[in-house]
Nanobody
């Protein structure tokens, strides 16, 4: 079973920055993608961004491109999401996950508790 612990959320004003962190444990994650998802009230969970094992392949949803970056530390099995120029529409609970590919992360069985990000206008 995979354990995922997210942290770093908070309440900020539009234009501010936040850095989310996630620690994964419970199995080997060699060559796995790591990524961040978010779920706003009344909406389905969506993939925000993902990075492959050595950081050469990254994906971001269009709405966060040029504002968010993602990085990982394979030794510590952590992934971070740097969010700049936050907008009210970024308000959501943010979750991380790991998987052999992005589709596997989307359909993962195990999820952490998430971290709430609230952006006021």
């Amino acid at each position: 079973q995979v354990q995922l612990v997210e942290s770093g959320g908070g309440l900020v004003q539009a234009g501010a920055s936040l850095r989310l962190s996630c620690k994964a444990s419970g199995r080997s994650f060699s060559f796995y993608y790591m990524g961040w998802f978010r779920q706003a009230p009344g909406k389905e969970r969506e993939l925000v961004g993902a990075v492959d094992y050595d950081g050469t392949v990254t994906f971001f949803v269009d709405s966060v491109k040029d504002r968010f970056t993602i990085s990982r530390n394979n030794g510590r099995i952590t992934v971070a999401l740097q969010m700049n120029n936050l907008k009210p529409e970024d308000t959501a609970v943010y979750y991380c996950n790991v998987g052999p590919n992005i589709d596997a992360m989307r359909s993962a069985r195990d999820w952490g508790q998430g971290t709430q990000v609230t952006v006021s206008s």
